[in-house]
């Protein structure tokens, strides 16, 4: 019996320790997304008349997550000091990048961007060794078409090599003789650490919106295109503004966003960049109740939350039939309203690849929420 | 050995705690619903009584629809684990079964990898989606042929049948992870299989409840039935067969019982590590080794560990949802660490 009652004693305090969490949790409140509350449309619109500036839209609430951001703060030049990758580790570049083995999708597009994609001597193919794909030779970008196109026809030619981004080995990637590899990951991965030392290797796992725009800012630095990314990322910028000027005053219905579905529900996540797009685009995202795009959200949170709109961005499993099939989700306007929408191919690598092509992303979401504000 | 009366009263307490967890869980969530409110509510959903509504229609759903149907669903899972461990500890006297051990763990992680590659995946069947269907058929076909290849010359050995569920566990498990590595294609759906290896009591809903349910509580009883002749186990095989115990028809029967209950509670929650294992040893050291009580004493006792630590899950950071399977044993272990070293002198097993 002395057994049990220790068993209990443990389950109680830690009931009592979670009741008292629980507590606490109801007198703060969830995190709700801040509202442009500073400013109303007539204050913007009577100051600045016409196009808002950059600088003075990034003074609201909404933008801190980009506000923050400044060209001028990011590390990192070759031959000098440092540059400092996602993972803070210091990577140094002594001489001008003439080779480069992209494993990352949004590098990839970048470097198309900035027109040199004659030095990428290997990409990301995350479909390469699939004995069951008919075609052998595919990119991981499938959109742009016109990239993804392009990689195809180099890879045929043998101009390009296809390397699987998750197997790959240090070995393969040495063979190309690159000056620098650009990888994705929240974890460094296999290859990075027996290239330590031999080749500098970037690890980017943007979580801001600000990481996204920052980590083009660094890609354009090593590759020696520092003007020219400079002012693509200032054009994104100017392109959030403007979309964020159209919304600014606008009623902001709520958003659940799902990215995957099995095992537990995931979604956004707070200060995330989707989250920031979602907030932008003029929704108010449910999905900042949650620290991570890896945190399982509770059902009755979202059931509670009752959302306008559900995204589906990369689920899977789901659709809108099996969402609308979900058992207590039947209260849900979204649901009643068939305001769900299933993000295509080509809309989830814009809204969630962390690219150059994430004011594309954040038109598709603009057309979602707010679709009379979208031509 | 311990008088009926005795374990009637022991089985009487524990029956009352388990209904005390599932009050406490039913009461308690992510959402602040008000404990008269949710009675209300019940007993209307039982056509009981017809109180007016002073609730939101989302608040009825998030207890009737969400809430209830997973608290009874870990409850379930909790109790079949529990009685599956302590079904195959007592039947192959081996400490370290669990109802994963003689294959239904990888059995299930194939046939999810199979179903991930090669189905629709938004395939559903009488309200389980394609990957519990699957889970359940991986788990039970790896049982048998696990037991296929441990029969020899109509006789099953115990360390044959735990050397070959063991064999098969790495085998098919390498078998996925490489399948998963592979076809690139699927590399961004292979992520849903983290969910299910680490088991979450999630998104259960009546229908699934109704049709498992029965089949749990019947394999629980039946299992209960079997107590005196897994007793006779515990003097090995001979011994059973020496005291009249039909060792071989019983060894099927048994095996069949705890595959068909863990394939169930898989089905339900996928990979909940622990719970198996180390309920059948608490209950032991509390209550001693007689299967008589063991059984539906773990079963009671598996529930509610499972009851609780779910209600931790959803609520210690809410709204977020810890992964179960990681609770079960950060909680369960240093109470059977404790446990075991408090009584390590008198443990019999």
Redesign the interface.
């Known amino acids: 019996?002395?057994?049990?009652t220790?068993?209990?004693l443990?389950?109680v305090v830690?009931?009592a320790?979670?009741?008292g969490?629980?507590g606490y949790?109801?007198a703060t409140e969830?995190t709700k997304t801040e509202v442009l509350d500073d400013l109303t449309w007539d204050e913007i619109a009577t100051e600045v008349v016409g196009d808002l500036t950059w600088d003075e839209l990034s003074t609201m609430k909404a933008f801190t997550p980009v506000s923050g951001f400044s060209i001028a703060d990011v590390v990192g030049e070759i031959g000098g000091e440092n540059f400092v990758d996602d993972l803070d580790r210091k990577v140094s570049i002594d001489s001008a990048v003439e080779r480069i083995v992209c494993l990352n999708p949004a590098a990839t597009e970048m470097i198309f961007d900035l027109g040199i994609d004659s030095k990428l001597v290997a990409v990301s193919d995350?479909?390469?060794?699939?004995?069951?794909?008919p075609d052998p030779v595919e990119s991981w970008i499938e959109t742009p078409e016109d990239i993804d196109n392009e990689i195809e026809a180099r890879v045929s030619a043998g101009e390009l090599t296809a390397l699987?981004a998750?197997?790959v080995g240090a070995e393969a990637i040495l063979d190309l003789e690159p000056d620098v590899v650009f990888a994705f990951g929240y974890t460094l991965p296999a290859y990075a650490e027996d290239l330590q030392d031999i080749v500098p290797v970037f690890c980017f796992s943007p979580t801001t919106l600000a990481d996204v725009l920052e980590n083009l800012v660094v890609i354009g630095r090593i590759v020696g295109k520092e003007t020219e990314a400079n002012n693509m990322v200032e054009a994104i910028k100017a392109g959030i503004a403007d979309i964020a000027s159209l919304t600014v005053d606008k009623s902001k219905p709520k958003v659940f966003c799902e990215i995957?579905y099995?095992?537990?529900?995931y979604t956004t996540g707070n200060d995330s960049f989707l989250s920031s797009l979602i907030i932008l685009a003029g929704g108010e995202d449910i999905g900042t109740?949650?620290?991570s795009d890896n945190?399982?959200?509770?059902?009755?949170?979202i059931?509670?939350s009752?959302p306008e709109i559900i995204i589906l961005l990369?689920t899977?499993?789901?659709?809108a039939?099996?969402v609308e099939g979900?058992?207590?989700?039947?209260?849900?306007p979204a649901v009643t309203n068939g305001k769900i929408y299933e993000a295509t191919t080509e809309d989830r690598d814009l809204i969630q690849r962390s690219g150059p092509r994430i004011v594309e992303g954040l038109k598709v979401l603009l057309g979602i929420i707010h679709p009379e504000l979208s031509e | 050995v311990k008088s009926r009366r005795k374990i009637a009263s022991i089985l009487i307490l524990l029956s009352g705690?388990l209904f005390g967890a599932v009050l406490?869980s039913t009461a308690?969530?992510?959402?602040?619903v008000s404990p008269l409110s949710i009675l209300k509510m019940i007993l209307n959903g039982l056509h009981i009584a017809n109180f007016n509504p002073t609730w939101?229609?989302?608040?009825e759903?998030?207890i009737?629809?969400?809430?209830l149907?997973c608290v009874i669903g870990a409850a379930l899972v909790g109790s079949a684990l529990a009685v599956a461990g302590s079904l195959f500890q007592g039947l192959l006297r081996n400490p370290l079964a669990d109802p994963y051990l003689i294959g239904t763990s990888s059995g299930a992680l194939f046939g999810v990898t199979i179903a991930i590659?090669f189905l629709p995946?938004?395939l559903?069947m009488a309200g389980f989606?394609i990957?519990s269907i699957v889970a359940f058929v991986g788990a039970l076909g790896a049982v048998f042929l696990v037991y296929s290849l441990a029969r020899i010359g109509g006789r099953t050995h115990s360390v044959t049948i735990i050397l070959a569920g063991v064999a098969i566990n790495f085998l098919l498990t390498a078998i996925s992870w490489f399948l998963l590595?592979?076809?690139?294609?699927?590399?961004?759906?292979a992520?849903?299989v983290?969910?299910?290896l680490?088991?979450?009591v999630?998104?259960v809903?009546?229908d699934q409840l109704l049709i498992i349910a029965p089949f749990l509580l019947l394999g629980l009883i039946i299992a209960s039935l079997y107590a005196t002749r897994l007793n006779a186990f515990s003097l090995g095989e001979e011994g059973a067969a020496y005291v009249g115990v039909n060792v071989e028809r019983d060894k099927i029967a048994v095996l069949t019982l705890g595959a068909l209950l863990t394939a169930c509670a898989v089905s339900i929650a996928?990979l909940i590590g622990f719970v198996g294992l180390v309920i059948p040893h608490?209950v032991r050291?509390?209550f001693g080794p007689d299967n008589r009580l063991l059984i539906p004493a773990s079963a009671l006792a598996g529930a509610t560990?499972l009851v609780?630590t779910h209600?931790?899950a959803?609520?210690?950071?809410?709204?977020?949802?810890?992964?179960l399977g990681i609770l079960t044993a950060l909680?369960g272990g240093?109470?059977f660490l404790?446990?075991l070293v408090?009584?390590r002198k008198e443990y019999a097993f």
Not at chain 1, 326 to 332: K, Q
Not at chain 2, 314 to 323: A, H, K
Request: hydrophobic share 45%; net charge negative; aromatic share 12%.
């Open positions: 019996m002395k057994g049990l220790i068993v209990l443990v389950l830690a009931l320790a979670s009741t969490y629980l949790q109801v969830p995350s479909w390469s060794g699939n004995a069951f794909a699987n998750f197997s995957n099995y095992g537990g529900i109740a949650v620290s945190a399982i959200i509770s059902e009755e949170y059931v509670d009752q990369d899977p499993w789901e659709t039939v099996t979900r058992s207590g989700w039947n209260t849900i | 705690l406490i308690i969530g992510a959402v602040h939101r229609g989302a608040d759903d998030i009737l629809q969400l809430r149907p590659i995946t938004t559903s989606g990957t590595d592979v076809v690139g294609e699927i590399q961004h759906k992520s849903s983290y969910g299910f680490w088991g979450q999630i998104g809903d009546w996928g608490i050291l509390t560990f609780l209600l931790l959803r609520t210690i950071i809410s709204p977020e949802v810890l992964r909680i240093p109470v404790y446990l408090r009584y």
